[in-house]
């Protein structure tokens, strides 16, 4: 079983940056595929970014093309801990936001792959 906690949300203008966090709790955090999702009002969850596990000789990492070069993924295996760096924020960026573990394999674009959630941080952008 894995808990995550997100952090790090709020409300920042266009073109400003906030970064996310996610505590894991657990032993096994190494070894899951993490992910990151974001739900505006009205919407369906999706796929914001994702960074392997250390199964990989190295971390691959993958993101939406809404926000390819604005985000950035990483993780710290040592505090368990996944983030998720925002810069020149825009007003559709604006949801909440969910980190996800994925215990094996599956589309990592999918919500339904992941098998553990966080409750989610809320991110708004004004304009």
């Known amino acids: 079983q894995v808990q995550l906690v997100e952090s790090g949300g709020g409300l920042v203008q266009a073109g400003g940056s906030l970064r996310l966090s996610c505590a894991a709790s657990?032993?096994?955090?190494?070894?899951?595929?993490m992910g990151w999702f974001r739900q505006a009002p009205g919407k369906a969850r999706e796929f914001v970014a994702r960074?392997?596990?250390?199964?990989?000789?190295?971390?691959?990492?993958q993101y939406a093309d809404s926000v390819k070069g604005r985000f950035t993924i990483s993780r710290d295996n040592a505090k368990n801990t996944v983030y998720l760096q925002m810069n020149s924020l825009k007003p559709e960026d604006t949801a909440v936001y969910y980190c996800?573990?994925?215990?094996?394999?599956?589309?990592?674009?999918?919500?339904?792959?992941?098998?553990?959630w966080g409750q989610g941080t809320q991110v708004t952008v004004s304009s």
């Open positions: 996800a573990a994925m215990e094996s394999g599956g589309n990592y674009k999918d919500p339904a792959s992941y098998d553990y």
């Open positions: 960074i392997t596990s250390t199964g990989h000789y190295t971390y691959y990492v």
């Open positions: 657990g032993r096994t955090f190494s070894s899951y595929t």
